[in-house]
């Protein structure tokens, strides 16, 4: 089991940045792959980013490559989504999740579905004003 807390969100303007930060209980925490979602209003759950247990493995879509940037430090059990160049179009509830995996397996596409994560974060709200 683990629990997951996000924090980070706010308002900022087009332009700018936000780091978000999400936070997990338990002692295992580099057995975990940890992703960044975000939900709009009337949208679907949209993949960001994961990294491997390691961190030596990740990956984006291209509606983000470049823009954000996916981290962790397994000492401080936290993963991180740096996020520069933000639009109104990031406006969203951002998500962490983890799933169970051995920490030097590499991401593939499959990671990149909802429903390979077992645990979710409670989600930090994003608002970006143009």
């Known amino acids: 089991q683990v629990q997951l807390v996000e924090s980070g969100g706010g308002l900022v303007q087009a332009g700018g940045s936000l780091r978000l930060s999400c936070a997990a209980s338990?002692?295992?925490?580099?057995?975990?792959?940890m992703a960044w979602f975000r939900q709009a209003p009337g949208k679907e759950r949209e993949f960001l980013a994961v990294i491997s247990g390691s961190g030596g493995s990740t990956d984006y879509p291209d509606s983000v490559k470049g823009r954000f940037t996916i981290s962790r430090d397994n000492a401080k059990n936290t993963v991180y989504l740096q996020m520069n160049s933000l639009k109104s179009e990031d406006t969203a509830v951002y998500f962490c999740?983890?799933?169970?995996?051995?920490?030097?397996?590499?991401?593939?596409?499959?990671?990149?579905?909802?429903?390979?994560?077992?645990?979710w974060g409670q989600g930090t709200q994003v608002t970006v004003s143009s």
């Open positions: 999740a983890a799933a169970w995996r051995d920490p030097w397996v590499v991401i593939t596409l499959s990671d990149r579905s909802p429903t390979r994560y077992d645990y």
């Open positions: 338990g002692r295992t925490f580099s057995r975990y792959a």
